[in-house]
């Protein structure tokens, strides 16, 4: 927050007489929902009720409040939610716990939100800045039916446990763990409305979106119901500011700016409606809003407990060419604000025009083809803007580089190799880390011994240790990963590896990876070199447990060459740096 004033009012510094703009992303509500405890404990015994009261009561408020029109009727309860009465008492506490994590955790963003607020009027810039606050795409379902004490579990396909999430209630919300919420509390969140984030029904799709400019907007309070999307922000703000965009910067030509203003309606309840046609597609869901009707084509349909499927199974042309005959839904949401009741049938032949606009517009905005591979999609390697590398070279004392633009070392051969300067007296602490606490490895010395520490979702930890201490002097120590059979990423488990240790390319211990991370690192991993800041890959230290010694810098290797094949190379290679 004290680096977002002081942003703001360096800005003003520069240009006084100029607008600033501020992209305020808080991190809030994804997971992990981490916030001091006494903020989450404000919140005992609110949930204990659960998540069908929960939903009933904010039900009831969204009708007073007028932010839901007067005639929508709650979605039912979601097949894929089971109801509170039927969870044990155990699962009762955990869920209710990990409920007002989250409401601590959203509290706790409103006060910072409101503490930049108080800073543009301390500044005299609150009545005539605009400021929008919009929320992530729906409620987030990544926790699954049992919540959980680690997000990366759903990123590798890794089933849920129920008793390691309730061995860890008393620190739910804390640094050591990665926690989210379980299903139940993601439909609650988004009442009145039916499903979930990663699915485009309105559940998917719907966010809370609050406009704020005391000098430009006369009206307060108001509640409008024009269409809106994500999209239109960027031209409202240049409409306010009467900014026609550029066609071209730079001799680039720009692609055109597909939203729409919103200014007509500040002051105008009753504008009519400029944003008229809307596709939506996330994971092979498909759906499209289109003048106050939507059509939505869930897959692999409205539960994963009822179609015996999972999120990330592929869908076949076969399939879709089933779908798009007999699994699309229609809501009128003029009538039906809430999506409960599908007039397919009777509105036949304006569910097929818009079947028909889908695909228009899928084809316009480069959806197809449509592919619903889930996390699987999430681990692709993206375009980078160096050529293909084998061999990456770091050094110490540099920020993390971030996972896409690392070597990519899951499932396959590679080496690290660290050129240390190992004092008389011994020194301890990281020398490569990748990872945080939700999974990853580090190569570190502890107690005098070199170790590759190794963390599979934060579910199993496994060390290969050296035979013996590390000696003093100048040394290229080396972790060698060797695959030693199939990876099973459907159902979370890479390859089983051995890794194997060297000092100066001699071998000095040895040990097996029984399973590894399949297809993501941990969510915030990166590469350090020297140290492991931020949450620890492994619970053995305390972050960031710098190395003591001197570090020259590191070596990763994805060529697959073996470390006693690639000493002297690797004195070449480090030697030209």
């Given at each position: 927050m004290e680096k977002a004033k002081a942003m703001i009012a360096d800005a003003k510094q520069v240009a006084p007489d100029k607008p600033f703009f501020m992209y305020f992303c808080t991190g809030a509500m994804h997971a992990p929902h981490h916030v001091p405890k006494e903020w989450a404990d404000k919140y005992k015994g609110r949930f204990d009720d659960g998540w069908e009261a929960y939903r009933e009561r904010t039900f009831a408020r969204q009708k007073q409040l007028g932010i839901i029109p007067a005639n929508t009727v709650l979605s039912r309860q979601d097949p894929d939610v089971p109801d509170w009465d039927t969870l044990s008492a155990e699962e009762k506490r955990l869920y209710a716990r990990m409920m007002e994590v989250f409401a601590g955790f959203l509290e706790h963003t409103d006060h910072h939100i409101g503490e930049l607020i108080a800073f543009l009027k301390e500044l005299g810039e609150y009545e005539n800045t605009l400021i929008m606050v919009i929320s992530d795409n729906g409620a987030s379902s990544e926790g699954g039916p049992t919540g959980s004490v680690n997000e990366g579990k759903f990123f590798n396909n890794v089933p849920e446990n129920?008793?390691?999430?309730?061995?860890?209630?008393?620190?739910?919300?804390?640094?050591?763990?990665?926690?989210?919420?379980?299903?139940?509390?993601?439909?609650?969140?988004?009442?009145?409305?039916?499903?979930?984030?990663?699915?485009?029904?309105?559940?998917?799709?719907?966010?809370?979106?609050?406009?704020?400019?005391?000098?430009?907007?006369?009206?307060?309070?108001?509640?409008?119901?024009?269409?809106?999307?994500?999209?239109?922000?960027?031209?409202?703000?240049?409409?306010?500011?009467?900014?026609?965009?550029?066609?071209?910067?730079?001799?680039?030509?720009?692609?055109?700016?597909?939203?729409?203003?919103?200014?007509?309606?500040?002051?105008?309840?009753?504008?009519?409606?400029?944003?008229?046609?809307?596709?939506?597609?996330?994971?092979?869901?498909?759906?499209?809003?289109?003048?106050?009707?939507?059509?939505?084509?869930?897959?692999?349909?409205?539960?994963?407990?009822?179609?015996?499927?999972?999120?990330?199974?592929?869908?076949?042309?076969?399939?879709?060419?089933?779908?798009?005959?007999?699994?699309?839904?229609?809501?009128?949401?003029?009538?039906?604000?809430?999506?409960?009741?599908?007039?397919?049938?009777?509105?036949?032949?304006?569910?097929i025009a818009m079947i028909g606009m889908w695909y228009v517009e899928a084809g316009k905005y480069n959806v197809l083809p449509v592919d619903s591979r889930g996390v699987q999609r999430f681990a692709e390697e993206r375009p980078q803007i160096s050529a293909d590398r084998q061999r990456f070279i770091y050094y110490p004392g540099t920020q993390m580089v971030p996972t896409n633009a690392a070597p990519r070392v899951l499932n396959r051969p590679h080496s690290i190799s660290v050129e240390v300067e190992v004092p008389e007296a011994g020194a301890e602490g990281v020398l490569f880390s990748m990872g945080g606490n939700d999974g990853g490895f580090a190569f570190y010395v502890q107690n005098g011994l070199l170790t590759y520490g190794y963390n599979y979702v934060a579910e199993q930890f496994f060390r290969i240790r050296s035979d013996g201490p590390l000696p003093a002097g100048h040394h290229i120590v080396s972790a060698e990963f060797t695959p030693t059979g199939p990876a099973d990423l459907a159902n979370g488990r890479g390859t089983p590896a051995r890794v194997q240790l060297f000092v100066d390319g001699q071998p000095v211990g040895a040990g097996d990876l029984p399973v590894t991370i399949p297809l993501s690192l941990g969510l915030a991993a990166g590469v350090a070199v020297g140290a492991d800041p931020g949450s620890p890959a492994l619970p053995d230290y305390r972050p960031p447990f710098a190395y003591g010694g001197r570090i020259r810098r590191a070596l990763v290797d994805v060529s697959g060459t073996p470390v006693d094949d690639l000493k002297e190379r690797m004195r070449q290679i480090l030697a030209r740096q």
């Open positions: 129920l008793a390691q999430n309730l061995a860890a209630i008393d620190d739910i919300g804390g640094p050591k763990y990665f926690n989210h919420y379980p299903w139940g509390w993601t439909h609650a969140g988004n009442t009145p409305f039916r499903r979930w984030k990663r699915e485009t029904y309105r559940g998917g799709t719907s966010d809370p979106f609050i406009v704020s400019w005391p000098q430009g907007i006369a009206a307060r309070g108001e509640i409008r119901s024009q269409y809106c999307h994500a999209i239109d922000m960027v031209p409202t703000v240049l409409d306010a500011l009467q900014i026609e965009p550029p066609s071209v910067i730079r001799g680039v030509t720009q692609s055109p700016i597909e939203g729409f203003s919103l200014c007509s309606c500040f002051d105008d309840p009753a504008a009519p409606s400029r944003h008229l046609t809307q596709y939506f597609e996330m994971f092979g869901h498909r759906s499209l809003y289109h003048d106050g009707w939507r059509a939505v084509c869930p897959w692999p349909g409205t539960s994963f407990v009822e179609s015996g499927r999972r999120f990330g199974d592929p869908i076949s042309y076969e399939e879709l060419t089933r779908l798009d005959a007999h699994g699309w839904e229609l809501y009128n949401l003029q009538e039906d604000f809430a999506e409960t009741s599908d007039v397919a049938a009777a509105e036949r032949d304006r569910l």
